[in-house]
C-alpha cells in the first residue's frame, strides 16, 4: 500500500511539473514534435561536446529548466538550483544514477526520460513530458550538463 502511495504522489508531482501551462512557444514544440512522427530528432553524438556549447545555448537551457519558457519545468523536481530532493536527484554533483554524466549521455536521458528511478520517487517523462524541438532538446541538455561540469563562457 505503501508504494501505491508514493507512486500516486510521484504521479502528481510529475503532472504538475511538466503539465499544464501551454506557452507561446508550445504549439510550435508540439508541432515539431508531430512534424518527426513524435520521434526524437536526435543529434550525433560526436556533436555534443562541452566546446560546443554556446552562451546562447546556456541561456535558453536556464530558461527551460526553470519553466520560463516551453511547458514543463525542471526545477520542479531537480529544485530550482539543480540540487534534488526527495522526488529527483542532485544535477550539480558528480554522481550520476541513470548515465555516466557526459553531455551525449544528458542528451540521451532528458530525451528517454526515467521511468523506473534508482533512488527517487519520482519518475521523468521523455523530455520532462513536453515536445521540445530539437534545439531546445540540445539546450537544456547542455544546462544540465553544466550544472555539474563548468564550462568556459
Known amino acids: 500500500m505503501r508504494h501505491v502511495v508514493r507512486l500516486v504522489i510521484a504521479t502528481v508531482l510529475v503532472a504538475a511539473a511538466c503539465g499544464g501551462g501551454a506557452s507561446s512557444d508550445g504549439a510550435a514544440d508540439a508541432a515539431a514534435a508531430a512534424a518527426s512522427g ?31 519558457i516551453g511547458a514543463t519545468s525542471c526545477q520542479a523536481c531537480h529544485g530550482p538550483d539543480g ?28 530525451a528517454t526520460g526515467v521511468a523506473q ?11 520532462g513530458g513536453a515536445p521540445l524541438t530539437p534545439e ?10 553544466t550544472l555539474s561540469h563548468p564550462v568556459a563562457k
Open 38 to 68: 513524435g520521434a526524437p530528432v536526435l543529434a550525433d553524438p560526436a556533436t555534443l561536446t562541452a566546446a560546443s556549447i554556446t552562451p546562447q545555448e546556456l541561456a535558453l537551457g536556464d530558461s527551460l529548466f526553470h519553466g520560463l
Open 83 to 110: 540540487k534534488g530532493g526527495t522526488v529527483a536527484p542532485d544535477l550539480t554533483d558528480s554522481t550520476w544514477l541513470h548515465s555516466d554524466g557526459s553531455f551525449a549521455a544528458i542528451y540521451q536521458q532528458v
Open 117 to 127: 528511478p534508482k533512488q527517487y520517487l519520482g519518475v521523468m517523462p521523455p523530455f
Open 136 to 145: 531546445k532538446h540540445r539546450a537544456v541538455a547542455a544546462y544540465v550538463y
